[in-house]
């Protein structure tokens, strides 16, 4: 059975357009309209998911009282010519969404082998990161000891409430005779230079408590 599109179909009968989609409005409520044991309606579903009708020949030329025309050699070559024009503009269609599907595939790839390298990079840059910040840390944290232990040793006070005022005739021994002026000072030196080592042995243990 011989099917017209819409636009032959215009051209077959002579109709408007509105006329010929009035009717196939019509018949789309009749679900599966025959005529004469054939589908009056076919739909072919185009590349881009549109749908192309056909409208049975038979069923308008019944219904505008058309008198169909002897089908020919030439009529039938006409129509294969028409089918293959047709075959070939979907296969065009085709592969041209087919290329599309491709171009955007390879760009696909593309864009995710840039991001892997952002992602990359961006690791190198914050371990590098953590890295300096981590040197950093140790140099403050040794330079916070250091000026600590200037700082301990500048203001570590010297205790001298031990030092006494150590005159000539305090020093003077009972029973023996009076030392001369040399003695005095040897003996004032030894009693300084034990107070000022017992002082700083009592600063170096207050620096050990505070930074055990």
């Not at 003695?183 to 009693?191: F, G, M, V, W």
Request: glycine share 4%.
């Amino acid at each position: 059975m011989e099917y017209l599109s819409l636009k032959e179909a215009i051209e077959y009968t002579g109709k408007s357009e509105s006329t010929l989609r009035g009717i196939v409005r019509g018949l789309k409520g009749q679900e599966n309209k025959v005529f004469e044991g054939s589908q009056v309606l076919k739909f072919d579903t185009l590349v881009n998911r549109s749908k192309k009708i056909y409208i049975l020949k038979d069923y308008l030329n019944d219904l505008y009282k058309i008198e169909p025309i002897k089908t020919t050699y030439q009529d039938n070559r006409s129509s294969d010519r028409l089918n293959d024009r047709y075959i070939d503009r979907l296969e065009k269609e085709l592969d041209n969404k087919q290329k599309e599907i491709e171009n955007f595939l390879d760009l696909e790839v593309q864009i995710i082998d840039r991001f892997k390298e952002l992602q990359e990079a961006l690791k190198r840059t914050q371990y590098q990161l953590q890295q300096q910040t981590e040197l950093t840390a140790k140099k403050d944290l040794l330079l916070n000891e250091y000026e600590q232990n200037l700082t301990s040793k500048k203001d570590a006070p010297i205790y001298t409430n031990d030092i006494k005022d150590v005159k000539s005739e305090e020093v003077i021994l009972p029973g023996e005779p009076e030392p001369s002026l040399d003695k005095l000072n040897k003996q004032r030196q030894d009693i300084l230079k034990d107070i000022l080592a017992k002082g700083e042995l009592e600063a170096e243990a207050r620096n050990k408590d505070k930074n055990p």
